[in-house]
């Protein structure tokens, strides 16, 4: 209600919504929720445009809200967008995020750019989307399976959480396995350790 009666008042808030990731993890996809306000409050995109430069999961955070102003005629968030794409660091992860949401004529003016840009990358990091209509041939990753938590033991689940050199993947799928189990006590001295290494997600 307050924002509908001061969409100005609450801007700022909105924009600093957007900055920060709430998300409690990777699963939590909020986007759209974020992107309403903009759309309803027909705030600017630019504060969101201008988040674009920051780190990669700032970025795609902020392409996937942009999505929805751009679907709704938002030159705006539209142009913004595709300027990422052209000259954006992370210009991949945005090219896959537009073509995930909006019709193919919407972006194919991106074609030459993408082939182009692909030329320049030492190591390209290869996901989905758009590379096939592209005509770019799409090199998959290797897959390395993980080992699944579920032949171990708790105790082996723990050791696994306990040891500093152990990777945040196998940490979120020792987490997971002991999910299902009885409660361990053994487990509540090892929180303050559980975050992801760089720090960033509890």
């Known amino acids: 209600m307050r924002a509908l009666e001061d969409p100005q008042g609450v801007a700022v808030s909105v924009y600093d919504g957007i900055r920060r990731d709430w998300r409690w993890d990777g699963t ?10 903009v759309q309803d409050l027909e705030l600017s995109p630019a504060p969101v445009v201008d988040q674009l430069p920051a780190d990669e999961d700032t970025c795609l955070r902020a392409c996937d ?20 794409v052209r000259q954006g660091e992370h210009w991949a992860g945005a090219l896959e995020s537009i073509s995930a949401s909006r019709p193919p004529k919407w972006w194919e003016d991106l074609r030459d750019v993408a082939r ?8 390209f990091p290869w996901r989905c989307g758009p590379w096939t209509r592209f005509g770019t041939e799409v090199q998959s990753r290797p897959f390395v399976p993980r ?3 579920a032949g171990l033991s708790t105790d082996e689940l723990l050791t696994l959480l306990a040891d500093d050199r152990t990777e945040d993947d196998t940490k ?21 350790s559980l975050g992801t290494s760089d720090g960033r997600r509890p």
Do not use: W
Request: glycine content about 12%; some cysteine.
């Open 147 to 149: 080992p699944s938590p």
């Open 28 to 37: 939590d996809d909020r986007s759209l929720c974020l992107a309403r306000p």
């Open 116 to 123: 182009d840009r692909i030329g320049g990358e030492a190591e």
């Open 172 to 192: 979120f799928d020792a987490l997971r396995g002991l999910n299902g189990r009885e409660p361990v006590a053994e487990l509540i001295p090892l929180l303050p």
């Open 65 to 84: 809200v942009l999505q929805l102003p751009a679907l709704a005629g938002s030159d705006g968030a539209r142009e913004g967008l595709s300027a990422y």
